[in-house]
């Protein structure tokens, strides 16, 4: 029984770790942080000021491995997208283009997911 009292006590302290390390992660985001919407289709965003362009890549100054998995290089290029607009103050982007071939196993050809964007400011 004193060893089962040991465990216990155990895994109370890390569990009381785990709890307190979550809990200054979620304290440590910064306030500012804005959604930034992904928007498809032909319909354009209404009553929304234009910002410009931006483009989210898979790719980027890192290096890239070849078997980095499809769904890792799409949400790669999805939040550099959605890290574009947020520089330009924009919280919804409108997808133009999509290069989404990455998603094929095809021997020498690139595995680059791109998507371009307007951004837009609306309220």
């Avoid at 965003?45 to 799409?74: N, Q």
């Amino acid at each position: 029984m004193h060893i089962l009292e040991k465990f216990h006590i155990f895994n109370k302290i890390i569990l009381l770790g785990v709890i307190t390390l979550s809990y200054a992660q979620v304290c440590a985001q910064p306030e500012n942080i804005n959604a930034v919407t992904i928007q498809l289709g032909e319909a354009i965003p209404e009553g929304c000021k234009p910002l410009g362009k931006v483009k989210g890549s898979s790719k980027d100054a890192e290096v890239i491995e070849d078997d980095t998995p499809y769904v890792d290089r799409l949400l790669k290029a999805r939040n550099n997208l959605r890290n574009e607009a947020h520089k330009l103050g924009g919280n919804t982007v409108h997808i133009i283009y999509a290069n989404n071939s990455g998603k094929y196993e095809i021997p020498g050809a690139d595995k680059e997911i791109i998507f371009i964007g307007n951004v837009y400011r609306c309220d």
